[in-house]
T-cell receptor, first 113, second 112 residues
Framework: NAGVTQTPKFRVLKTGQSMTLLCAQD?????MYWYRQDPGMGLRLIHY???????AKGEVPDGYNVSRLKKQNFLLGLESAAPSQTSVYFCASGQGNDQETQYFGPGTRLLVL | AQSVSQHNHHVILSEAASLELGCNYSYGGTVNLFWYVQYPGQHLQLLLKYFSGDPLVKGIKGFEAEFIKSKFSFNLRKPSVQWSDTAEYFCAVRAGSYIPTFGRGTSLIVHP
């Protein structure tokens, strides 16, 4: 039982390049989330999904797209990376009920030059 | 919309000192409350949570938090900190929907 895993762990991009971050969970959770963590800003929700095939915008969705084609996977895409997207990205999952606790992945550190 | 305030952004303590980190939220209805911890280089882990019942919640590693509904607060406490408690601490609130809101975090440094 690996919990929540993220790939890659670290990536350097040039401005304008695209990339996809992969999040996978093996706990059969309905809800999945993508956050970014920046110094002094805490965790900010980018997008989330309440089930396979559904996605919704969070607090800071601009510049990102997501897909949840399979229940266990939640992809975060950057179509044209910008230096402002330099951050640490965390994926999380949860049961989606009133007793939900979120389980976080190890994070992806992204540097956009 | 719900919001969460963590007033202490940086806290520096000596080992064995007592700790209290503040967390206030803005929502008048039923809430679920969480404290997560992020050790250096690691991902967030749940410290403790409050859903209902006894407002004094005990978590892992000797931490506890008290839900005071009249003050909209859920402060985290530990009577005697250790060097290994050096980490970033996040308060989170879920109200209404299942999407929690996180505070900006408090960085705790414990020196020997």
């Amino acid at each position: 039982n690996a919990g929540v895993t993220q790939t890659p762990k670290f990536r350097v991009l040039k401005t304008g390049q695209s990339m996809t971050l992969l999040c996978a969970q093996d706990m059969n959770h309905e809800y999945m989330y993508w956050y970014r963590q920046d110094p002094g800003m805490g965790l900010r929700l980018i997008h989330y999904s309440v089930g396979e095939g559904t996605t919704a915008k969070g607090e800071v969705p601009d510049g990102y797209n997501v897909s949840r084609l399979k229940k266990q996977n939640f992809l975060l895409g950057l179509e044209s990376a910008a230096p402002s997207q330099t951050s640490v990205y965390f994926c999380a999952s949860g049961q989606g009920n009133d007793q939900e606790t979120q389980y976080f992945g190890p994070g992806t550190r992204l540097l956009v030059l | 919309a719900q919001s969460v305030s963590q007033h202490n952004h940086h806290v520096i303590l000596s080992e064995a000192a007592s700790l209290e980190l503040g967390c206030n939220y803005s929502y008048g209805g039923t809430v679920n409350l969480f404290w997560y911890v992020q050790y250096p280089g690691q991902h967030l882990q749940l410290l403790l949570k409050y859903f209902s019942g006894d407002p004094l919640v005990k978590g892992i590693k000797g931490f506890e938090a008290e839900f005071i509904k009249s003050k909209f607060s859920f402060n985290l406490r530990k009577p005697s900190v250790q060097w290994s408690d050096t980490a970033e601490y996040f308060c989170a609130v879920r109200a209404g929907s299942y999407i929690p809101t996180f505070g900006r975090g408090t960085s705790l440094i414990v020196h020997p």
